[in-house]
């Protein structure tokens, strides 16, 4: 799989491929890993139907604001569960198309061809990009401490 060593080779993909091709970002340790192709409900143990993650399509209320910034934030939102998964878990792009939600409303992918891993170096110009253009303090969505 090839590695996206900056935000903007992202945002090309991104723009490319939308709307017709869905793509999702999931944290975990890659497709290999992920090859039973389907994540767990955390609190249950239950066989989810399809694989956590989240997607990079823009939704109609963004409007005209910054593709750049919205690939940022998706990214951003996320970053906690680099830790949360433990070692090896990183970001990676799929195409796939929704099977379902999970427990956190979460869309649930089945996925269609794994595309590529996230570097750090873009991890850490997605932080910078957010922290720049927030209105407020922001911070990922396991805002435990926020």
């Known amino acids: 799989m090839r590695t996206f060593a900056d935000l903007a080779d992202l945002v090309s993909l991104v723009e490319d491929r939308a709307p017709a091709r869905e793509l999702y970002v999931r944290w975990s340790q890659g497709p290999d890993a992920d090859s039973d192709r389907c994540s767990r409900d955390g609190l249950s143990g239950v066989r989810l139907p399809g694989l956590s993650a989240n997607s990079l399509g823009i939704e109609p209320w963004w409007g005209e604001r910054p593709l750049r910034l919205w690939v940022a934030r998706r990214l951003h939102d996320y970053r906690h569960l680099k830790e949360r ?62």
């Open 85 to 146: 998964r433990g070692p090896g878990t990183r970001p990676w792009i799929l195409e796939g198309a929704e099977v379902g939600r999970g427990p956190d409303n979460e869309p649930l992918i089945e996925c269609h061809h794994p595309i590529g891993w996230i570097a750090d170096d873009v991890l850490a110009e997605c932080e910078r990009l957010v922290d720049e253009h927030a209105a407020t303090s922001w911070g990922p969505l396991d805002r435990e401490g926020y």
